[in-house]
């Protein structure tokens, strides 16, 4: 008796109703969440809502048409194939920013704005090429070597031309990364290194290069005198009181017998040896 209740074609016809009507609903439903996305789709990519142009403001060296075109890369397709990525309320503006930044080591300060008439504004600026990286080590033949230039933090962003003299003073040895170009040359010490390269200066040395080994010896070059068969050496250690090394140094070049010395006979001298606690030991041919 129960099983036919169950199986009577008014409870059959009821269930089947049901069924009918839940499908619809869910039918409904797709179409409804299906109409909803394209539409949404379609309103992220009207004119009024898109970027519309690219302009770039603070670039020198940089063409802005390559600025442009990294952009440009980022703007194109659509987020799951739906929503345009040139929309100016989710436009991928990050994902800009870390592309430039890692095509063009010369650049930051990076910044993107929308203004009105849903122009796309690129503002950077550009490193200053303040010195120039030339190598691990120093080369047999300066027109051998491939420099990079440094920042005043020490920042290695854009490969140098050759340059003929003493255009833009010369560090070497190792740095910190998998490649020169984005990398720094010794950060945590560079700011110490280019004010010791400041005294020399004061002190009347003429430095023209500094080279720094992995175990942290460091070897100032001077320009040689007129005569003199090579460039004169300074030998310190970078993670010593370098301004403390410097006021020993500047209180021996004011004193004899070394202040006559660096004074008639300069061309003629070898290496200032500055490693030792409070002493300064010199040497000339």
């Not at 440094?150 to 040895?173: I, T």
């Not at 004193?255 to 409070?278: C, Q, V």
């Amino acid at each position: 008796m129960r099983r036919d209740v169950l199986n009577s074609p008014k409870l059959v016809e009821l269930k089947t109703k049901r069924r009918n009507i839940f499908v619809r609903k869910i039918a409904l439903l797709v179409f409804g969440l299906a109409f909803i996305f394209f539409a949404l789709s379609y309103l992220s990519s009207l004119r009024q809502v898109t970027v519309n142009s690219i302009e770039v403001d603070g670039n020198k060296v940089i063409d802005t048409k390559d600025i442009q075109k990294v952009a440009n890369e980022k703007l194109s397709g659509k987020y799951f194939w739906l929503f345009s990525r040139k929309n100016v309320l989710f436009y991928p503006e990050k994902k800009i920013e870390r592309a430039l930044a890692d095509e063009f080591k010369r650049l930051t300060n990076i910044d993107l704005e929308i203004k009105r008439g849903n122009v796309l504004v690129i503002s950077v600026d550009e490193r200053v090429p303040m010195y120039s990286w030339c190598g691990k080590e120093l080369p047999v033949h300066a027109q051998t070597e491939k420099c990079y230039f440094l920042d005043d933090e020490g920042y290695m962003f854009d490969e140098a031309p050759y340059f003929s003299g003493h255009v833009y003073f010369k560090f070497y040895g190792p740095y910190e990364g998998e490649t020169p170009e984005g990398s720094y040359f010794r950060k945590e010490k560079f700011s110490d290194l280019i004010s010791f390269k400041g005294a020399l200066d004061t002190f009347g040395l003429k430095p023209k290069a500094l080279l720094v080994d992995d175990a942290g010896n460091g070897t100032a070059l001077l320009v040689k005198g007129k005569s003199g068969l090579k460039d004169p050496e300074i030998y310190f250690k970078i993670n010593d009181d370098l301004e403390n090394i410097a006021e020993n140094l500047k209180a021996a070049l004011d004193n004899e017998p070394l202040k006559t010395k660096i004074k008639d006979f300069y061309s003629t001298l070898l290496y200032i040896d500055l490693r030792f606690d409070n002493k300064v030991y010199y040497k000339f041919q």
